[in-house]
């Protein structure tokens, strides 16, 4: 079972592809571990990259502000790897302490007003429909 | 049990006083629905808007921004009434269609990989620590 | 597939006999759209009564505060159908709208704190080990 | 980025305003590590606290009632750490392993019947309209 | 903002390829609403349907498995565009009644142990490791 | 607080029971973590046995199908304890490394999709109602 990363040296050629993708890509010296451990499944690896790298160039939003959409919902969802993966990326393009403060505070009050919502029964305005 | 909304006319001074200052501060007519649910307790609707007045205001991250975290958390956690509230919040605050798209892009992708990291037990890189 | 209820008179001898138990334990007229739906499987309809009926039983805790934590649970959780019908069978034991104001309060700020936790990545004090 | 506590003796006074409140209304030698992490945000600090001092106060809920919904919440959410620091503060606040025991076992079926609630996609009963 | 589906005679020729794709592959007259509303995104569309293409053919897993596995995950998440969907994919593929009741009896386990497993913070068995 | 597993050799004959069953029925020398852990609340141990061995015996799905499902519900809600013993058990009852990771990718799918159906607010065909 998918217990150990596959590194670069014991990588299949369809994996060195990928993982020489996203060093380009991002200027890394070494892909992390969440792709080490996809590639116990090529297909996943690959395909899950592509994604990633289409939606993830920047667009109508700029890079910092969809890694920061990104580290929301991470948090949001608890996901212990991916906060910490995150946290590093939205630092790297550029979120500095006081913008990550100011995240927390809205996803924290996002989550608790969700919650009001629900529990309310609060119907939809006609002017949001 | 709160099933119907507290209308303006028929609030106590407590309540509209917050009332007021929504509608100064966002410059609307009327406040919407969820307000108007939390308005049952009085304590709730004071310190739930006092603190959403605060998070939401201008400072290391613009509006937009904000309300696109927001919107994403909501979108994520799948809250019906606060997707179409913050969507709306979000396109006044300049939110186009092709950044909708985009910021969809990366809620759904990180609801992928947050699942792949915990799945595959990914521990966290040395790096990110 | 499963999108009628089912009724008593339409019911085979099993699920009435599951159904006359829960009238009778509940002191109500007819069960609600839940297990109507649940007797679709009835192993299903009477694994899921029988823990229902032991686990919200008077115990170390009373039946209020158990209704609460199923709502408080439920609320957290967003489900609209276990809202709207555990808000009425708290109510039914004795729940306040001041008790349910509070009882979201407390449902808001738990979901808000837990992010910040998870989002901070807070390590677990040497005390609460 | 947030990794490492903010201790009493390198705080801001406005960071040590809110240790000395927080310390003084729970009757506590020292705040815990979830204050000591938000104090990279003092006003998120500020905010968050304020919030659960209002909220976690005695009311038409006790206290103890109140602790073990945060508690059930925090567990239906799987984090670890508000597990672990709500269950010290349900305890202190004179919850019994067996009423734990209880609020658990709710705390499952919740989670079950939310679940079979939405998969069989059960209307809600004109009774909880 | 994304209100209203985008129909094959009002879509573009990149969407109208998507759609062709979709209906050529699943043997349909028309794709389902779904479809129709991320065309808003022409990439979005794109991606997420060539994602689902490759995840969904038949491969280790047979398409009945790995629909009663989308649809376990849609009834956990309480998405109810997607229990819908994927309940009507699933039974297409074969899923009887019987299956769906004993899905919905695991998929409520899995949520009552998955919480029961976090709040008594169960360390990981070394032969788990 | 239940902080330490109960071991056979500690426990009641009413905990002893539901541990001898568990062994007989899954031909095991020991009872995992979670069991010794539940053991706390004889009660809840009793029940979540009687129907965990319901559920995930052989019927209308056999048990490999039942064990990937609780598998991906478990990866869904990323509890780690239950990702880790239920991998191991969906191994024993036969998935392949290749099964595996084509469990994963459904997951992730339906996490994306599942929240892009919320964020776009896609209506329910009438095909599948």
């Not at 991002?26 to 116990?40: C, S």
């Not at 212990?80 to 393009?93: L, M, P, Q, V």
């Not at 529990?119 to 429909?129: H, L, S, T």
């Amino acid at each position: 079972m998918p217990r150990t990363p596959i590194e670069y040296r014991n990588a299949s050629g369809e994996v060195r592809a990928v993982f020489d993708d996203i060093k380009r890509t991002r200027q890394v010296e070494d892909v992390n571990n969440f792709w080490k451990y996809l590639a116990h499944d090529p297909a996943l690896l690959k395909r899950t990259w592509a994604s990633i790298k289409e939606v993830m160039a920047p667009g109508a939003l700029d890079p910092l502000t969809k890694e920061m959409i990104y580290l929301a919902v991470s948090v949001s969802n608890g996901c212990g790897y991916c906060i910490a993966s995150h946290s590093a990326a939205a630092r790297k393009a550029g979120m500095s302490e006081a913008m990550f403060g100011e995240l927390m505070g809205v996803v924290g009050m996002a989550n608790e007003t969700n919650r009001l919502s629900d529990g309310y029964r609060v119907p939809i305005d006609p002017a949001f429909e």
